[in-house]
């Protein structure tokens, strides 16, 4: 198969354990290994509309690039929910716009290459 380039977002599975005191335990979620080029059409289109529309609140913004990362770059293998309650907050708004520049421009994130490189 065609080696397609594909990003990773970790996810904590347990996390009512972990406010409890649990240790945390982690869950890779992978892009799909296609992504038609119509989602990295459209993801410069949400970049654009976050980066440029000053009507849309700071929450706004944030809420339409999840939206988009659930939806489209990870095809509803993981909500919005998720995202909100399983991603570890301090750098969480970061690693979602890395999701959606890695569709737009091809960028993997830091953590995707290290994994792909301990793999092969």
Known sequence: M?????????L????EGVLKGDEPEIEKIWTPAFIPLRV???AIEVWHDVETNKKLSEVDKFDRIAEFV?????AGKITTEDIYN???????????K?????????????????FLAKKD
């Not at 659930?70 to 990870?74: C, L, M, S």
């Not at 890395?98 to 290290?114: C, H, M, P, R, Y």
Request: hydrophobic share 35%.
């Open 2 to 10: 065609a080696n397609l380039k594909r990003n990773m977002l970790e």
């Open 12 to 15: 904590v599975k347990n996390p």
């Open 40 to 42: 990295a059409r459209n």
């Open 70 to 74: 659930a939806n489209e770059v990870f």
């Open 86 to 96: 399983r991603l570890h907050a301090p750098g969480g708004q970061d690693v979602v």
């Open 98 to 114: 890395q999701q959606l520049i890695f569709v737009a421009q091809g960028q993997q994130s830091d953590e995707t290459k290290n």
